[in-house]
């Protein structure tokens, strides 16, 4: 019923950028909120940046002043400026959204998870 399809994801040397895109599709009745995860080898997946249902944005301290996260409503996209970047960021990067399911006989809310895309800093 909802589909998040990521992109962007590569191969780049440190200190050099990349933009992550993940648009939703579907029976998308309203998005609560909508973000970044990633996760590296070894390790649990951990909060990149997200806009919450208020509104505000949240970033991981790792990342702040080096990645933006922005939006498009009128395409449910969430975008992922990430710039400076360092070996430490590699990882797998997850797009999640919050939203509520346009369904019948009642909508509902759920969380949805993109595939994943790699993102590789390494020189």
């Known amino acids: 019923q909802v589909q998040l399809v990521e992109s962007g994801g590569g191969l780049v040397q440190p200190g050099g950028s990349l933009r992550l895109s993940c648009a939703a599709s579907?029976?998308?009745?309203?998005?609560?909120?909508m973000g970044w995860y990633r996760q590296a080898p070894g390790k649990s997946r951990e909060l990149v940046a997200a806009?919450?249902?208020?509104?505000?944005?949240n970033y991981a301290d790792s990342v702040k002043g080096r990645f933006t996260i922005s939006r498009d409503n009128a395409k449910n996209t969430v975008y992922l400026q990430m710039n400076s970047l360092k070996p430490e960021d590699t990882a797998v990067y997850y797009c999640?959204?919050?939203?509520?399911?346009?369904?019948?006989?009642?909508?509902?809310?759920?969380?949805?998870w993109g595939q994943g895309t790699q993102v590789t800093v390494s020189s």
């Open positions: 999640n959204a919050d939203l509520v399911v346009a369904d019948t006989p009642y909508n509902y809310e759920s969380a949805f």
């Open positions: 806009f919450t249902s208020a509104g505000r944005t």
């Open positions: 579907g029976s998308i009745f309203s998005i609560n909120g």
